[in-house]
């Protein structure tokens, strides 16, 4: 008895001090008693509908029994009855407390907290100002919140705290749950289209002996086993290139990358991509194949073939521009012919410092596209055949040497895919390999890929899309932070 009474005033302390944040520490340590105070939690809980189900379909529920489990984010005690918000996975719904349904039981009810698991059965009815509600025949607590939820006024202020404990985000703003339903779903839809498409989906190391694929500093590894220093994939195409010359002709996968570059809003060390190829194409194809993707997600996903970002209404209606033509009519230069003092005249006019490792030739072209054309490209465009020196895996301009058959989408200015042309002779990619390696010091030759192209590789089409930037793009979120559920940030 002396011990049922001590946990009953160890119990009390936690109910009066759960909604105070300074005292959550304290709380905490309190573990052994705590420990006993769980143990009689359920295991499960059968669940029969969920919230959104029931309030959207009111009157096929009406009278009839359900049974439902979630949060509580609110609570209204006014004598006799309480009124509490449970927050399930799809919605909110009030459960309506009675102390003459319930009697000895509703005591109980008054010790529960804002942030308490709790499960609840009874009949659905609606309340006399018209709230559709559950009258509780039946409850359990399933779990007990220790440390308070933010004020459901002001919500999560702080943006790092949300990007940070995500977990609360999701609990606080719909808006934020939602955002990631979407990306579920654009992903989704991407996936069923392709198959459609007869595309098959594979998979490739995340963690490689030779970084390729993309111009980018890896992050490295080191693999203990085998006594050596590896590192996260910055791309996967050279994997998915041997499975088109093993005899695939359509093949994607949707995988992380690693970038040890970059966060900003349109950049993060750790991203979603989509890549593609497809033999027996050249990038013709793969920027139609792009343009039906991205018309059937968006249409799917928003039941339109337009969209608002950043107060600007994007249409699916896509655009080509030259990417040389573009800068010369922009800045009426030659770009290919002008010197590297002239480009970096031009960047420095406009504040752009180009780091002294970075001085090469394809970088000041992708920086000068980026400063004066990039941001003005705000409905769906496709820039193509960008000069040969930005392209080591692309194969060249049919007609004209100086360029690279490839193409990249641009939306509201951000940069959404990239597509080739996909070089397919080893003798050239060896050389392009090499070049690379002199502007590259730290870049090896990944000499497997080339002799897998030895055996032949047929002319295909490759495509990569960016699908943080997409869900951005289709959420009208303006960081890539807000669309990646957990994403990179500094230590404390």
């Known amino acids: 008895m002396v011990q049922e009474n001590k946990k009953e005033d160890i119990k009390n302390n936690i109910e009066n001090n759960i909604n105070n944040n300074d005292n959550n520490e304290n709380v905490l340590k309190n573990s052994g008693i705590l420990d006993e105070l769980f143990l009689n939690l359920p295991y499960n809980y059968k669940i029969t509908n969920k919230s959104a189900q029931i309030k959207q379909n009111f009157d096929n529920f009406k009278d009839k029994k359900v049974q439902i489990a979630g949060r509580i984010t609110a609570i209204r005690k006014s004598g006799k009855l309480i009124f509490a918000d449970i927050l399930d996975s799809s919605e909110k719904i009030q459960a309506y407390f009675d102390f003459n349904l319930l009697n000895e039981r509703f005591d109980k009810v008054k010790s529960f907290n804002i942030g308490d698991i709790i499960g609840v059965s009874g009949i659905v009815f609606k309340t006399n100002p018209g709230e559709i509600s559950i009258k509780v025949e039946d409850y359990a607590l399933l779990s007990k919140a220790l440390r308070a939820l933010p004020n459901k006024y002001k919500g999560l202020v702080d ?266 002779n080893p003798i050239i990619q060896k050389s392009n390999f090499e070049k690379e390696m002199k502007i590259n010091q730290n870049k090896n030759i990944d000499m497997d890929f080339i002799e897998a192209m030895e055996y032949g590789m047929p002319p295909t089409g490759g495509l990569g899309i960016g699908i943080d930037r997409l869900v951005m793009l289709l959420t009208n979120k303006q960081s890539i932070k807000e669309v990646i559920m957990f994403p990179m940030e500094k230590k404390f």
Do not use: W
């Open 159 to 424: 943006i790092e705290t949300r990007y940070r404990k995500r977990y609360l985000d999701l609990i606080m703003s719909n808006d934020s749950k939602n955002v990631f339903i979407k990306r579920s779903n654009i992903i989704q839809f991407i996936r069923d289209f392709l198959y459609k498409k007869e595309f098959i989906e594979f998979e490739t190391p995340a963690i490689q002996p030779f970084y390729g694929g993309a111009d980018a500093d890896p992050f490295k590894v080191f693999v203990n086993t085998l006594n050596e220093e590896d590192y996260l994939r910055i791309s996967n195409e050279l994997y998915l290139k041997r499975l088109i010359i093993g005899g695939f002709d359509k093949v994607f996968e949707i995988y992380k990358a690693f970038r040890n570059e970059d966060i900003d809003v349109t950049h993060s060390p750790e991203f979603t991509m989509i890549e593609l190829y497809q033999a027996f194409s050249d990038y013709n194809d793969i920027m139609q194949l792009t343009e039906d993707l991205l018309i059937h997600v968006t249409n799917n996903i928003l039941n339109s073939d337009s969209f608002v970002y950043q107060e600007n209404t994007i249409k699916m209606k896509f655009n080509k521009i030259y990417f040389v033509d573009s800068v010369n009519q922009k800045l009426n230069i030659d770009l290919l012919n002008e010197s590297d003092e002239k480009l970096i005249m031009l960047l420095e006019q406009e504040n752009v410092k180009i780091p002294k490792n970075k001085i090469y030739r394809a970088h000041l072209y992708e920086k000068i596209f980026e400063t004066f054309i990039q941001k003005d490209l705000v409905q769906p465009t496709f820039v193509i055949d960008f000069p040969k020196e930005t392209s080591f895996l692309c194969r060249e301009k049919r007609n004209n040497s100086k360029l690279a058959e490839r193409f990249e989408l641009y939306v509201s200015g951000i940069e959404i895919a990239n597509a080739y042309s996909e070089l397919n």
